[in-house]
């Protein structure tokens, strides 16, 4: 089983930038694949981004391409996502997400989830 938990979330005007940690319990930290993803209010789910299991590649979706940073520390079992420009329309309940094959955006195919933390960007 494994446990996720995120934090990092705020307030913060328009342009600004927050870290978002998401920390795991477990042993095999390194073979899970990692995402965010987020929730605004009245929307559906949707993929923000993605770290897989034992190489690290990366993906983004299109919206947050070159302003947000995913990345992992295996032995904090820590993975961050650092945003920066942050624009209105990035607000929403973010949650980090975990699964024991490779990357995958669809939220439906994740198995483990955290609690989510709140982000408000005002303009």
């Known amino acids: 089983q494994v446990q996720l938990v995120e934090s990092g979330g705020g307030l913060v005007q328009a342009g600004g930038s927050l870290r978002l940690s998401c920390v795991a319990s477990?042993?095999?930290?390194?073979?899970?694949?990692i995402s965010w993803f987020r929730q605004a209010p009245g929307k559906e789910r949707e993929f923000v981004t993605a770290?897989?299991?034992?190489?690290?590649?990366?993906y983004y979706a299109d919206s947050v391409k070159g302003r947000f940073t995913i990345s992992r520390d295996n032995a904090e079992r820590t993975v961050y996502l650092q945003m920066n420009s942050l624009e209105p329309e990035d607000t929403g309940v973010y949650y980090c997400?975990?699964?024991?094959?490779?990357?995958?955006?669809?939220?439906?195919?994740?198995?483990?989830w955290g609690q989510g933390t709140q982000v408000t960007v005002s303009s």
């Open positions: 997400a975990a699964r024991r094959s490779g990357y995958s955006s669809n939220w439906n195919s994740y198995d483990y």
């Open positions: 477990g042993r095999t930290f390194s073979s899970l694949t």
């Open positions: 770290i897989s299991r034992i190489v690290d590649t990366t």
